[in-house]
């Protein structure tokens, strides 16, 4: 399984961004999806998921109500809608895949994610 992220940039504080992940190889709808971000110095955190099943999603509290989680199931690829962009939310940005049965009890613990895809850069500027 191979996932790409993409769609990252700069952006203004209170703007909004829209980043991808697109799954490949063996099985590509069968995996739920999540997200995690890492900025500079800090531990990687968990930001949403979303499942393969019935499409259920989870956020952090840090992002509930601001960002939204998508999934289309015809191009395999999950979108992150981020509005409200704050500094904080500067980082690098990860999609993972994990069994889905795994996904919906630990949405956000990284160890339930098998398959991880490179990085998108999201810069907010105050």
């Known amino acids: 399984v191979q996932l790409q992220a993409y769609g990252g940039g700069l952006v203004q504080s209170g703007g909004s961004l829209t980043i991808s992940c697109t799954v490949s190889?063996?099985?590509?709808?069968?995996?739920?999806i999540g997200w995690f971000r890492q900025a500079p110095g800090k531990e990687r955190e968990w930001v949403s998921s979303?499942?393969?099943?019935?499409?259920?999603?989870y956020y952090a509290d840090s992002v509930k109500g601001r960002f939204i989680i998508s999934r289309d199931t015809l191009n395999f690829r999950v979108t992150l809608q981020m509005n409200s962009l704050k500094p904080d939310d500067t980082a690098v940005y990860y999609c993972?895949?994990?069994?889905?049965?795994?996904?919906?009890?630990?949405?956000?613990?990284?160890?339930?994610?098998?398959?991880w895809g490179q990085g998108t850069l999201v810069t907010v500027s105050s």
């Open positions: 993972a895949a994990g069994d889905p049965m795994g996904i919906v009890v630990f949405p956000q613990t990284s160890q339930a994610y098998e398959h």
């Open positions: 190889g063996r099985t590509p709808g069968f995996w739920a």
């Open positions: 979303i499942s393969s099943s019935d499409g259920s999603t």
